[in-house]
């Protein structure tokens, strides 16, 4: 029944280690966006593809990629993850970026650094 | 600059009712959503609001007024699971998504 779905729900990984996290859906949706939330604040955006068209958030950091290479899947690498970048990772999709669209979420990675 | 306002945090009783406020300042409007998250959990989508009025949904109904760039969330018979996060989100002239930090509403037996 999961519509969008990320793997894994917990991941721990090591300070500078490179991390890959993992989105897939069933909705068909042309969207698919990366947040990064962090405890009690809102989710922060940190890139979205409309089809395969890439757009990265003006104060996303470099160490931050994504890669989408069809529609089903979306990938977030984190080059060299630091103690700041731990937090929840939200993948969500919607049909279009207009009015009235909404954004479907996966349950979140949920990233600890060592 | 683009800014959502909601409280903090609210407290409620099961069974009764509970309003919680959203003022948001954005370039552009093309709408507003509100989303529930349960701790640890993912956002849902509860409802959307483009046009000024009410709109309910069962247990939930929410309210827009675009001149006073204001809506509110309104939850009736609250149950203990409606114990989450509440999240405003506007979509600005852009379509970009600007997201409040959510009111963490609390529900007391």
């Known amino acids: 029944d999961a519509m969008v779905i990320q793997n894994p729900r917990y991941q721990v990984t090591q300070f500078g280690k490179p991390v890959t996290l993992s989105c897939s859906q069933t909705?068909?949706?042309?969207?698919m966006y990366w947040y990064q939330q962090k405890s009690s604040q809102a989710p922060k955006l940190l890139f979205h593809?409309?089809?395969?068209?890439?757009?990265n958030e003006a104060d996303t950091p470099d160490n931050f990629q994504s890669r989408r290479p069809n529609t089903s899947f979306c990938f977030l690498d984190i080059r060299s993850p630091g103690l700041g970048d731990a937090a929840m990772y939200l993948c969500?999709?919607?049909?279009?970026?207009?009015?009235?669209?909404?954004?479907?979420f996966g349950d979140g990675t949920r990233l600890s650094i060592l | 600059g683009q800014n959502i306002d909601q409280p903090t945090e609210m407290t409620a009783t099961e069974g009764a009712i509970v309003q919680i406020n959203c003022t948001y300042q954005?370039?552009?409007?093309?709408?507003l959503f509100w989303y529930q998250q349960h701790a640890g959990e993912a956002p849902t989508f509860l409802s959307y609001?483009?046009l000024d009025g009410l709109e309910e949904k069962g247990r939930f109904s929410s309210f827009l007024s675009r001149s006073k760039g204001y809506s509110y969330l309104l939850l009736k018979e609250l149950q203990m699971k409606d114990s989450a996060s509440y999240l405003c989100?506007?979509?600005?002239?852009?379509?970009?998504?600007?997201w409040g930090a959510g009111t963490k509403l609390i529900i007391k037996p």
């Open positions: 969500a999709t919607s049909r279009g970026t207009g009015d009235n669209q909404p954004q479907h």
């Open positions: 909705l068909n949706h042309n969207v």
């Open positions: 593809y409309y089809d395969k068209d890439f757009n």
């Open positions: 954005t370039s552009g409007f093309n709408g």
């Open positions: 609001n483009v």
């Open positions: 989100a506007v979509l600005d002239s852009n379509y970009q998504l600007i």
